[in-house]
């Protein structure tokens, strides 16, 4: 009997095709992004809580969806066994094969090309055997799938699936143990956007000096070089600020719900612009003040006529 393939079957199978592929590489990055942030590398240290953020969030959606769907197909086939052998589920399955084959090769070709060059670390290892497992899985399940339904390969595949849902899992606690809580990543946030802030009202400081040839008294006095005075996005309260010893010095201070060395932005240390502390921004929790010096050689004051 040649069953056709209904609009069904074709979005169905299409639908599991888009979701398994989105789930592997979602769980591909988060694993990545897990193992830079466990063992990060001075040469690419930026790192930010958005590249955990989007995998565990398609991840929590994709998973479901593609075991429903594989359900309803299954449910399917167990109603019209004729439906095993339509064209789109031969193609996917083939396709799957042939891409996860694909990548388990090059794998292997990419760790004995950085292994004879001398550049194997242990956080490229990691990258490697994630790549490798996530690929073997999903290549040993429609290798079972194509072969048929076996009491030996239903067995088979029934572990390998719950194999994939113990990786998801373990990916996301994971993702959840480095970013911490939704509460957590807002005040992380808050955070930033006081760092914006200080950063805006320093700039500001310094053009007022490099036009007068001192700091301001008060923030308020500043028109024309701020568009009004920057408050603390939770309080709502201007941010303390003194004159330093000397006309070129100041003091900046904000209040900070955590620690920049437990933050997942990674704030600029120590560039050597404006004084040598001018981007350092180093926290820890509470009021932290900072204590600023303009250079005169990097913003020189202008010359007045």
Not at 60 to 84: F, N, T
Not at 139 to 147: P, S, T, V
Not at 177 to 186: E, Y
Request: glycine share 6%.
């Amino acid at each position: 009997m040649n069953t056709k393939t209904t609009p069904k079957d074709f979005f169905l199978h299409l639908g599991a095709t888009i979701a398994l592929y989105a789930s592997a590489i979602a769980l591909i990055n988060l694993a990545f992004e897990s193992i830079n942030r466990a063992l990060p590398d001075a040469l690419s240290n930026y790192w930010s809580a958005n590249s955990i953020v989007w995998p565990i969030s398609m991840l929590i959606v994709l998973i479901p969806v593609l075991y429903i769907i594989e359900w309803v197909i299954r449910r399917d086939i167990s109603k019209i066994v004729e439906k095993k052998d339509i064209w789109i589920r031969k193609w996917r399955i083939y396709l799957t094969l042939f891409l996860t084959g694909a990548t388990i090769v090059g794998d292997f070709i990419v760790l004995i090309n950085t292994y004879l060059n001398g550049e194997i670390s242990s956080r490229f290892i990691y990258k490697v055997l994630i790549v490798l497992v996530v690929s073997a899985v999903i290549f040993a399940y429609y290798l079972l799938e194509r072969m048929g339904e076996t009491l030996k390969g239903k067995k088979w595949k029934m572990i390998l699936a719950w194999l994939s849902i113990i990786l998801v899992i373990v990916g996301i606690i994971s993702g959840f143990v480095i970013v911490g809580s939704p509460s957590a990543q807002r005040a992380l946030r808050f955070d930033q956007l006081r760092i914006d802030n200080l950063t805006n009202i320093q700039n500001s400081v310094a053009h007022y000096w490099q036009e007068f040839g001192k700091v301001p008294d008060t923030l308020s006095t500043m028109q024309g070089f701020m568009s009004g005075v920057p408050k603390d996005p939770v309080t709502y309260i201007e941010y303390r600020y003194e004159v330093g010893s000397k006309n070129n010095t100041f003091i900046i201070c904000a209040t900070f719900s955590a620690s920049s060395t437990e933050s997942n932005i990674n704030y600029p240390k120590a560039i050597p612009f404006f004084g040598s502390n001018y981007y350092d921004w180093t926290h820890g929790i509470g009021e932290v003040c900072f204590n600023r010096v303009i250079s005169p050689v990097d913003f020189p004051p202008v010359i007045q006529k």
